[in-house]
């Protein structure tokens, strides 16, 4: 046996969905733990470009188990949407499994996704407007839509029926929006019901039978440890737990029953929507890496913010994660640069910490302290093997490991599977 839990280790964005891909060459099944269309994955195989946001990466290797767990917030459309786009190109989607458990996105909480973002004004989250935080409001309200329901046309029409007259009364009365027709949401969910019926199951029971027979299990998560929903920039933050322990609560599979902890981190730092960051950049260099890293959201084409690679934040995320190794991407990014800086602490009224602070506030006062490294112009993209990198880059890496305390598995230094380099065996 041996399963390892996939992480983003700053605020998502990280190459997480390259990693997996890579990894799942190894796998035996890929299962993706929690959040929803929120988040998304971009992969290059060949020529080709595959832009995925619900299903797991693993899907593009013929004969992979891919698997849609408990803790997912699933919006239907959407997922219908991307299997059919999958099967116009020619991927077998066969081996994908949805839980009976996950719950589901309705349309009414993408309206109200809309609703709040426009109440909150200046205080806005920045959310994707994809209806997640409600949808994952109403699955601790116990007042969720699962997938189980949608398969049962008497369940699903009832169910339809019960939530409706709440959710109409807040939006005509609360919001003056326009309501929403149980009949209309009733027919199109039970067409989306039997396109998914034949891939449903008890995922958590699938995955206890492939960990009893040995095989190697790749759980993939979205987001990033700074935008858990309990150990994030709160509020600027998912509504769900994307760190390693979250892979156990959105999948049904035991904690001791995980062998691995790999965190994806960018070379540098980006974070999307508002926020505390402390190692932001906000000049041409800046710009720059924005330009070379092509960073634009996959799922809202927003641009990303930039910054310096944060330590502070590494070494809080190999705690709150455990993590047994780093994926350090898009190193090739940073070619050029004459000084590349790590920031490696940060100052706060004056004195010098080693932590995040827990209050909003106190981390968007932190002013970040820089070690300074000298950058080099190779073209990594082109170099075949980590150890023909140049010292510069090398020691980068290295210094990397040293910073974090955590050893650099993977190397990314382009879009293709080729291009990643392996310093430690993850399989």
């Known amino acids: 046996m041996s399963t390892v839990v996939l992480i983003g280790s700053q605020w998502g964005d990280e190459g997480k969905g390259k990693v997996t891909d890579f990894l799942a060459e190894k796998a035996d099944v890929v299962v993706r733990y929690q959040g929803g269309t929120n988040a998304g994955h971009t992969l290059t195989v060949g020529d080709e470009v595959f832009k995925l946001h619900l299903i797991p990466s693993g899907i593009l290797y013929p004969g992979k188990r891919c698997i849609i767990g408990n803790g997912v917030v699933l919006d239907a459309a959407a997922l219908t949407k991307e299997m059919a786009g999958l099967q116009e190109r020619n991927i077998d989607i066969s081996q994908l499994r949805i839980s009976d458990r996950a719950h589901v996105v309705m349309p009414y909480h993408k309206r109200f996704d809309e609703l709040d973002e426009e109440q909150r004004g200046k205080g806005k989250i920045g959310t994707t407007l994809r209806g997640i935080g409600p949808a994952y409001m109403d699955k601790v309200h116990r007042t969720g839509m699962r997938v189980a329901d949608l398969l049962d046309e008497q369940e699903l029409r009832g169910k339809l029926t019960l939530l409706l007259e709440g959710k109409n009364l807040l939006l005509t009365k609360v919001y003056d929006a326009e309501p929403f027709d149980a009949d209309l949401l009733f027919e199109e969910y039970r067409k989306y019901a039997d396109i998914l019926r034949p891939y449903v199951t008890d995922t958590s029971l699938l995955l206890d039978e492939e960990i009893r027979s040995g095989s190697k299990i790749l759980f993939e998560g979205a987001q990033g440890t700074m935008l858990d929903l309990d150990h994030g920039t709160y509020p600027f933050v998912t509504s769900s737990s994307p760190t390693a322990g979250g892979a156990c609560m959105g999948t049904g599979v035991g904690p001791t029953r995980i062998n691995h902890v790999l965190g994806v981190a960018k070379a540098y730092t980006t974070r999307v929507g508002d926020g505390p960051f402390p190692s932001e950049l906000h000049d041409e260099t800046g710009d720059r890496i924005r330009e070379i890293g092509r960073e634009y959201g996959t799922t809202t084409g927003r641009p990303r913010r930039i910054g310096w690679l944060d330590a502070v934040v590494l070494r809080y995320a190999s705690r709150i994660n455990g993590l047994s190794y780093l994926a350090l991407t898009l190193l090739d990014v940073l070619t050029g640069?004459?000084?590349?800086?790590?920031?490696?602490?940060?100052?706060?009224?004056?004195?010098?910490?080693?932590?995040?602070?827990?209050?909003?506030?106190?981390?968007?006062?932190?002013?970040?302290?820089?070690?300074?490294f000298p950058g080099w112009q190779e073209d990594l993209a082109k170099i075949d093997r980590f150890e023909d990198f140049p010292a510069a880059a090398k020691n980068y890496v290295r210094r990397v490991a040293e910073l974090t305390e955590v050893p650099v598995a993977l190397v990314s230094v382009g879009p293709k599977r080729k291009q990643t380099k392996i310093l430690h065996d993850i399989f």
């Open 337 to 372: 640069q004459e000084t590349i800086k790590i920031c490696t602490a940060y100052r706060y009224k004056g004195e010098t910490i080693q932590h995040v602070p827990a209050m909003l506030g106190a981390l968007e006062e932190c002013e970040p302290v820089f070690e300074e």
